[in-house]
């Protein structure tokens, strides 16, 4: 039952359709809320159809702004309740007749009718007898920590949406990962971040879905990043990923006995077999291995951060290494008397004849050069020694 909440800010782009490709299959989703697709109710059905979802519901836009867009798996496990160009409400049906509420929500983008998204919760609220739940960009802040950069957020509009909240009795989840949903500015001194893109929900859901999970999944072509809501957080950790071997392992001993057992327990197995069991094992080991250099637990809002950056730090800073045992195993490409041709010194009218010499529109060689029969250096060591010889060139002819 996950569900992905992302305002796209228009789907022209093929690079935002890929993206919501990408997302969907590899999250899964039940469920996909899109806010500003700046597409028509044709498009809509078009992308809902080619994404592998049965059902959906869209709102054009008003001119070059605006359109929103639901889409689910099953037809017959939903039904829409109401919608306007702000929200889209449905009741989703479920096997064991615990039917919930699901409503995707795009707030009013001028603060001067911000009211008018306030009104539009406290209107729904009246008819919550379900456990109900919200996702969307809601275009407002509960508090000035959901800004960073830029002047302050206007108080008069977090009152009023907390104010909101507390008249439909609505709650506003925790996100897990980055807590920004939009940005502006990257990499400028006017760099800001807010979270504008939330999921709310009322006692009766949350006590349903009491393991429930808000991801930020970033890395989104747009200003704002989707959302994924899993209701039964146990699916999300329970797929299949890929084994990754973490760098900061090394520093910890655990480690390095872990891949001696391992080795020595697969003895008469094959290299390959021995890597298995190697990943196997490190990755459950892995698992929980998320702390300081002094041992203390971390988290995205207790020091992870600053680990990350502090890692990454360390990770570039130049070292001097010694590296003749690792040069000691790789075997000769080339032969002496190449190597020696290599190391001739290079005149001036070699290169000029090399350069001028060469096709404009010819394909290139294996190794990025093109090739030209007028040259006068052997086909075998041309492009190598091309490129050494282009600075020498520059000098000797001032280009």
């Not at 911000?114 to 379900?130: F, I, V």
């Not at 290079?346 to 350069?355: C, F, L, S």
Request: net charge neutral; aromatic share 10%.
């Amino acid at each position: 039952m996950n569900a992905l909440a992302w305002n796209c800010q228009g789907l022209g782009a093929p690079r935002k359709i890929q993206f919501l490709k990408d997302v969907t299959r590899s999250e899964k989703p039940v469920f996909v809320f899109l806010s500003e697709t700046i597409s028509s109710y044709s498009k809509m059905e078009e992308l809902s159809s080619s994404l592998g979802f049965e059902g959906f519901m869209a709102v054009e836009p008003q001119g070059r702004s605006g359109g929103i867009a639901l889409f689910w798996k099953n037809t017959d496990s939903v039904v829409l309740r109401s919608c306007s160009r702000f929200h889209i409400d449905v009741l989703i049906r479920t096997t064991d007749n615990k039917d919930w509420r699901l409503t995707g929500i795009y707030g009013e983008p001028g603060r001067a009718n911000r009211h008018k998204t306030w009104d539009l919760l406290r209107n729904l609220s009246r008819d919550a007898n379900l456990p109900w739940c919200l996702v969307g960009d809601f275009n407002n802040v509960t508090s000035q920590k959901d800004k960073k950069g830029g002047p302050p957020y206007p108080e008069f509009l977090i009152d009023g949406f907390n104010s909101c909240l507390h008249d439909a009795n609505l709650q506003d989840l925790d996100i897990i990962g980055h807590q920004f949903t939009w940005e502006k500015g990257r990499n400028t001194d006017h760099w800001t971040e807010v979270r504008l893109d939330r999921v709310l929900a009322n006692n009766d859901w949350l006590e349903r879905f009491h393991t429930a999970k808000v991801y930020n999944l970033e890395g989104s072509p747009s200003d704002h990043s989707p959302l994924l809501l899993v209701p039964d957080s146990m699916n999300r950790g329970n797929r299949k990923r890929h084994f990754r071997f973490e760098n900061a392992w090394l520093t910890e001993p655990a480690c390095f006995q872990i891949v001696k057992s391992c080795w020595e327990e697969e003895d008469n197995g094959s290299v390959i077999q021995k890597l298995k069991s190697c990943a196997n094992s490190l990755d459950i080991w892995g698992k929980d291995r998320l702390k300081d250099e002094t041992g203390n637990w971390v988290d995205w809002n207790s020091g992870f951060p600053e680990m990350i950056k502090e890692y990454f730090q360390k990770l570039y800073t130049e070292k001097q290494s010694q590296g003749e045992e690792v040069l000691s195993c790789i075997s000769k490409q080339i032969s002496e008397q190449q190597n020696l041709t290599l190391l001739e010194t290079v005149k001036a009218e070699e290169v000029k004849e090399a350069v001028f010499g060469m096709h404009p529109d010819k394909a290139p060689g294996p190794d990025g050069i093109t090739k030209n029969k007028k040259c006068s250096m052997p086909e075998s060591n041309w492009g190598s020694r091309w490129w050494r010889n282009w600075i020498v060139f520059q000098k000797n002819w001032n280009i």
